[in-house]
């Protein structure tokens, strides 16, 4: 027996509707991570990054995030100069989540510093810097490397135990194609087109209180 107040004339309306709706969202979500999120094009200088086919001639099988530990613009302009030997595919601006792409994915970026990993990751340039990241690492710029990373991951079937965060490209071990080690400089001291706030803040980061 049907509860008190059942329809049945409504709830199989609701039935034959069903499939209609569950279609029009799979559609809403497959446009999401089938397109990336809004971005421009930088590219890096030729010499920072290898010529390839991907994902014909090697496979992508993870993400690998980094910090710059750099301000935007001398992010790009590092990525720009043919003797820093280093790249990324993505680069997400700090206080407003500003998306350049600054290699194809098809092509070998040098970001990871080891050759191997190079080789079948994409590498995600995140502006800030590690040790002062509640500062940098804003929600805007959280949004959308969150909306590239599903991107990437539908697009070139990655896992969820492909994504891969290795602080900054500075770090890493010495490898053939690691970038030369560099050294923070102090920042602006007044924000303004293309500064971030984040890029605005002193360096290195004011040392915290000790605990009482």
């Known amino acids: 027996m049907d509860p008190p107040g059942f329809d049945q004339v409504a709830r199989r309306q609701q039935l034959r509707a069903a499939p209609a709706a569950a279609a029009a969202t799979r559609t809403r979500t497959d446009r999401t991570v089938t397109q990336p999120p809004p971005h421009d094009t930088a590219p890096a200088h030729p010499a920072n990054h290898d010529r390839a086919d991907r994902p014909r001639d090697l496979p992508i099988t993870s993400l690998v995030l980094h910090s710059t530990e750099e301000d935007w613009p001398t992010t790009l302009a590092i990525f720009g100069d043919p003797a820093r ?10 206080h407003d989540g500003h998306l350049t792409r600054t290699a194809d994915e098809s092509d070998i970026a040098w970001h990871a510093g080891n050759w191997y ?3 079948t ?5 995140q502006e800030g810097h590690a040790a002062d990241g509640h500062h940098c690492f804003t929600d805007a ?15 070139h079937r990655i896992p969820s135990t492909g994504c891969t965060s290795s602080g900054t490209t500075t770090s890493h071990p010495p490898s053939p194609n690691a970038p030369p080690p560099c050294t923070p400089t102090p ?16 360096w290195p980061p004011p040392p915290r209180p000790a605990p009482r």
Do not use: F, K
């Open 85 to 94: 030997s280093v790249s990324a595919h993505w680069l997400v601006r700090s």
């Open 187 to 202: 920042a602006p001291t007044t924000t303004g087109p293309g500064c971030s706030p984040c890029s605005a803040a002193p």
């Open 141 to 155: 710029l959280y949004r959308t490397t969150a909306a590239l990373a599903a991107h990437l991951a539908h697009r």
């Open 117 to 119: 990993l190079n080789q």
């Open 121 to 125: 990751s994409i590498g995600i340039e």
